[in-house]
């Protein structure tokens, strides 16, 4: 049985999760409008993994016995500067969203919630690929500078990107 001040910390990340879906989604639009659509195929795939994780947590609160509380997702931004400021934007999110997880992680140590604590490691490998990925994409970015030739092959590269949903069993 979840402790009240884990089930509270719970639903607060299963929000952060929705906004990050949220403003993928919203980044996906962006790239969309100036023709980039595979880094708008990137971001709609990240989209959906986003989702994943929030329903992920959703899930591990209802098997817990716990009551989910949905809140209220704030409103993304809707452009970037280039495609450089939106992954730069899109590192810092990653950031963000690994301190919320480190956070619950110690959360679960304190209350010495070991199935909790247990659940999060897949978190935070989950992390270290989502940071490790924007990294690679930034350099790549950087590397090509405002050449459109480049960013038209990143484009491509990015193009491939499949959704992979979790397995049934999973989410």
């Not at 409008?33 to 994780?53: C, P, R, Y």
């Not at 929030?54 to 016995?65: C, F, P, V």
């Not at 619950?104 to 897949?122: C, G, H, I, S």
């Amino acid at each position: 049985m979840l402790k009240e001040k884990m089930k509270e910390a719970l639903n607060k990340q299963v929000n952060e999760e929705l906004y990050s879906a949220y403003l993928y989604l919203s980044m996906s639009s962006y790239f969309n409008s100036i023709g980039l659509k595979g880094f708008a195929n990137w971001m709609m795939v990240q989209h959906k993994e986003e989702t994943d994780h929030a329903m992920k947590i959703y899930n591990y609160l209802l098997s817990q016995g716990a009551d989910v509380k949905l809140f209220a997702i704030d409103e993304p931004p809707h452009s970037w500067n280039s495609p450089l400021h939106a992954f730069e934007e899109t590192l810092k999110h990653e950031q963000h969203i690994t301190e919320c997880i480190n956070n619950l992680v110690d959360l679960a140590e304190e209350l010495k919630d070991r199935a909790t604590y247990n659940f999060l490691q897949w978190f935070i490998d989950e992390q270290v690929e989502e940071e490790e990925n924007d990294r690679e994409i930034i350099d790549k970015l950087k590397f090509v500078g405002d050449s459109k030739n480049g960013i038209f092959m990143i484009d491509n590269e990015l193009a491939q990107r499949k959704y992979i949903p979790l397995i049934q069993g999973e989410v």
